[in-house]
């Protein structure tokens, strides 16, 4: 018999791997293993690929090792970018997971273009990776007793919470990003949440496999061949290595090598290019969302967005006026904006505005579901309107629109926001007026920050000292 076709056991013991210890209570343990429950596979045998193994699975999860963190790390800035300390960020309720506050920043003013359009893209990309390294490791899934110790129990739970984890958050964002609500529930509260039983799954399995996934790494080289003591055959490079000499790595303590591994219809190289064909086409089809010109035609997969206007009004539209409720009369010549601050209110019309000092800045502008685009703007700053009602050092602002309904029809702005010098009631954009669609008669516009806080729209704006509280 082929040594490869010999029970995992005896395998096992050949290449020197034992066979894990039985913990306490043994009885209990072994009981289970003597009653497997009838599911076709549970042996492992279905499990025929000769490439699954730790090599494998140690590639996939290198790359995941380094781009699950950035993903982490931009989510989490993109939550504090919504100003949580306004408690305008959702969930706002995150008890003891709340992050520490800060200021957002207002320059680079492209800084919420860039962290929520990696958030998204990248975590598009990651999609095949991931589905890669599960497929990987599916052999565990049937590996029976499942644990054999009370240890081994709670590792399997956090692999649950791992791979649960990371599922839900891909799920629950594709369908958020395409305006599916499928699932029934709030997308902003089980997201956040779902991120933080990712992260902690997370930092545990790295920590308990990291030393694992180096030491696979290192047993087969990449690139280059490599002999080993004691052999008079170099040990061909896996990137090197065609279907037809394809071999089973050798059996090892996770299970992952196949008992009886079937013949090879595509080598580790060929695997690895797939998946990574696979991210880069995800790539292609995503990335000109963040992009202005031709390259927008070419985000096939374009979440939102879609809708744009026409002339120097055409770009990216999130929310139509006809979707806001905003009626014509209400934005037509009887249009008022109410400026508040200081025991003092102020009262302008649009040509009021227009007659008032005009600042023009090229901003970007970002939607959190990933697409964004970059316009040039002309408008008040906003500090002049707080100067208007005698509010020279404002603490915060206050903005608030004629959309009557909605989670983000009023915005608080940080006292950096308000007194940037680029920040803006913007009245016009590329030489025009804004469309209805665009916010018209006026609208805020803020570097760096995130589109749905760029009220459309604009009725009231109230400038708070640090002493109104």
């Known amino acids: 018999m082929h040594e490869l076709c010999r029970p995992r056991r005896l395998a096992s013991r050949d290449m020197g791997v034992t066979d894990r210890q039985t913990g306490f209570p043994q009885r209990w343990w072994r009981a289970v293993e003597r009653h497997p429950p009838p599911i076709p596979g549970l042996a492992g045998d279905r499990w025929r690929s000769p490439l699954r193994g730790p090599w494998l699975t140690a590639v996939y999860g290198a790359v995941l090792l380094v781009g699950l963190p950035l993903v982490i790390i931009t989510g989490l800035l993109d939550y504090a970018a919504y100003g949580p300390q306004f408690a305008q960020a959702l969930p706002r309720e995150v008890g003891w997971l709340r992050l520490p506050p800060f200021d957002w920043p207002t320059r680079p003013s492209w800084l919420f273009r860039v962290t929520q359009g990696l958030h998204v893209t990248l975590g598009i990309i990651l999609i095949p990776v991931v589905l890669g390294k599960l497929w990987s490791v599916i052999p565990k899934l049937f590996v029976w007793p499942p644990a054999r110790s009370l240890a ?62 180096v030491s696979a790494l290192r047993s087969r080289p990449a690139l280059r061949d490599r002999r080993r003591p004691g052999q008079r055959e170099p040990v061909r490079a896996e990137l090197r290595t065609p279907v037809t000499a394809t071999r089973p790595e050798p059996p090892d303590p996770d299970d992952l090598v196949a008992t009886a591994p079937g013949a090879p219809t595509m080598s580790r190289r060929g695997a690895i290019a797939l998946v990574g064909g696979l991210s880069l086409l995800l790539g292609a089809l995503t990335i000109g969302q963040t992009l202005d010109g031709p390259w927008r035609r070419t985000a096939l997969l374009l979440p939102r967005g879609r809708q744009s206007g026409t002339g120097p009004n055409g770009f990216p539209i999130n929310r139509t006026a006809a979707a806001a409720g905003i009626q014509q009369d209400e934005t037509g010549q009887g249009w008022r904006l109410t400026v508040r601050g200081g025991g003092r209110v102020v009262t302008l019309d649009r040509p009021r505005l227009l007659a008032m000092g005009q600042h023009t800045a090229r901003l970007p502008i970002a939607c959190v579901e990933g697409w964004s685009t970059r316009q040039t703007w002309s408008g008040v700053r906003l500090r002049d309107l707080a100067a208007l009602v005698g509010v020279d050092d404002p603490a915060s602002a206050q903005v608030r629109s004629l959309e009557k309904a909605g ?22 954009v590329n030489g025009v007026d804004l469309s209805a669609d665009h916010g018209f008669p006026a609208r805020v516009i803020v570097p760096a920050l995130p589109g749905v806080h760029c009220t459309k729209w604009v009725a009231e704006i109230i400038f708070r000292t640090g002493t109104d509280g």
Do not use: C
């Open 407 to 428: 989670l983000f029809n009023k915005a608080i702005l940080q006292a950096n926001q308000v007194l940037d010098a680029d920040s803006l009631l913007a009245l016009r």
């Open 152 to 213: 081994q129990v709670l590792e399997r739970l956090s692999l649950l919470l791992l791979v649960g984890g990371i599922l839900f958050e891909i799920a629950t964002g594709v369908l958020n990003i395409q305006y599916a609500y499928l699932f029934g529930f709030d997308f902003y509260t089980a997201h956040y949440f779902g991120a933080w039983v990712f992260i902690a799954a997370f930092v545990a399995h790295v920590t308990l496999k990291l030393p694992r996934m």
